[in-house]
């Protein structure tokens, strides 16, 4: 069992920056493949980014690469998702989401998730 606790988000103007963090306990967090996904109101909850467990590979959506950047520090137990030139757009609750198989873009392959932090991103 993993527990996840984002924290990290608030209001931010456009082009601002923001660093998202989720720290885990419970069980041995380097065994695990990380992901962020968001969720703005009335849509469904679409990839952001993810991170193998040794971090090897990393993977994007279209959306945020380039802009976002998703690191992790196993002896903190701990993955980060760096946040640049935010937009209106970007305005979500996020969430960070833990995998015990292979690394993913799809919610269907995480087994745990956190609470979620808000993003606001005003013009």
């Known amino acids: 069992q993993v527990q996840l606790v984002e924290s990290g988000g608030g209001l931010v103007q456009a082009g601002g920056s923001l660093r998202l963090s989720c720290a885990a306990s419970?069980?041995?967090?380097?065994?695990?493949?990380m992901g962020w996904f968001r969720q703005a109101p009335g849509k469904e909850r679409e990839f952001v980014a993810a991170?193998?467990?040794?971090?090897?590979?990393?993977l994007y959506a279209d959306s945020a690469k380039g802009r976002f950047t998703i690191s992790r520090d196993n002896a903190k137990n701990t993955v980060y998702l760096q946040m640049i030139s935010l937009k209106p757009e970007d305005t979500a609750d996020y969430y960070c989401?833990?995998?015990?198989?292979?690394?993913?873009?799809?919610?269907?392959?995480?087994?745990?998730w956190g609470q979620g932090t808000q993003v606001t991103v005003s013009s």
């Open positions: 991170i193998s467990r040794s971090a090897g590979t990393t």
């Open positions: 989401a833990a995998d015990a198989g292979v690394v993913s873009r799809s919610t269907s392959a995480y087994d745990y």
């Open positions: 419970g069980r041995i967090f380097s065994t695990y493949a």
